[in-house]
């Protein structure tokens, strides 16, 4: 069954420095989720990318983060300069379309020193 | 943010017997909604979803009822099995726009053999 992959599923950072998290949504999926989750926490949206830009975004997702599809397969999360308070999962999802479910990767941990 | 609430963190069953998760919200805008199973060190797995034009959808062992006007859905699981203990996470978001999914906190499960 197709599945969204994420890589890698570790990533450990000094603070200040700028991360990339990538995901591999479904193929023939259109619409794209990052999302995360603080240890004890609710998994919360961050940004929804659809037909090549930001459809929507969370108060959380402010101007070091960005997202990017540089090519038909991948789809990134960049964090330009990490506080600690980025220490998270970070989750990537996709879907087909409207009223289709959306399928998660197994997401990154994020770890900020 | 407490749009989307999961009142019991953890619930224990006994293995056959039937296990029930409940889910409320509060947002008028939702219409469409999900559970999701998640495992340590893994994403959300999709297990059932429903749409508000509908008040119950059934996938093998596992029933999702939607009571809109109580903005009230449950998960019946039935029978429980061992390999059901996870963290069931419900999730809703409104069919126009981005889709976005807002999460409750989840319910852990034990099914005891």
């Known amino acids: 069954e197709p599945e969204v992959t994420q890589t890698p599923s570790h990533q450990v950072t000094q603070m200040g420095q700028e991360v990339i998290l990538r995901c591999v949504p479904i193929?023939?999926?259109?619409?794209f989720y990052w999302y995360r989750q603080i240890l004890g926490q609710k998994v919360e949206f961050l940004v929804s990318f659809y037909n090549n830009e930001i459809s929507e975004k969370s108060e959380i997702f402010d101007d070091q983060f960005s997202v990017e599809r540089p090519d038909g397969s991948n789809f990134t999360l960049k964090i330009r300069s990490t506080k600690l308070e980025d220490s998270a999962m970070y989750f990537c999802a996709s879907t087909g379309g409207q009223n289709q479910p959306q399928h998660f990767g197994d997401g990154t941990r994020l770890s900020i020193l | 943010d407490q749009q989307v609430k999961q009142n019991s963190p953890s619930l224990s069953v006994q293995e056959g017997r039937i296990s029930i998760l409940n889910c409320d919200y509060t947002n008028s805008m939702f219409d469409y909604f999900l559970w999701y199973k998640k495992y340590p060190a893994e994403g959300p797995t999709f297990l059932i979803s429903?749409?508000?034009?509908?008040d119950k959808n059934e996938d093998g062992r596992f029933t999702v009822f939607l009571n809109k006007s109580a903005k009230h859905l449950s998960l019946h699981i039935v029978p429980s099995q061992p390999g059901d203990s996870a963290v069931y996470f419900c999730?809703?978001?409104?069919?126009?726009?981005?889709?976005?999914?807002?999460f409750g906190q989840g319910t852990r499960l034990t099914i005891n053999p």
């Open positions: 193929s023939n999926h259109l619409y």
């Open positions: 429903i749409s508000s034009i509908k």
């Open positions: 999730a809703a978001s409104p069919i126009q726009g981005a889709q976005k999914l807002v």
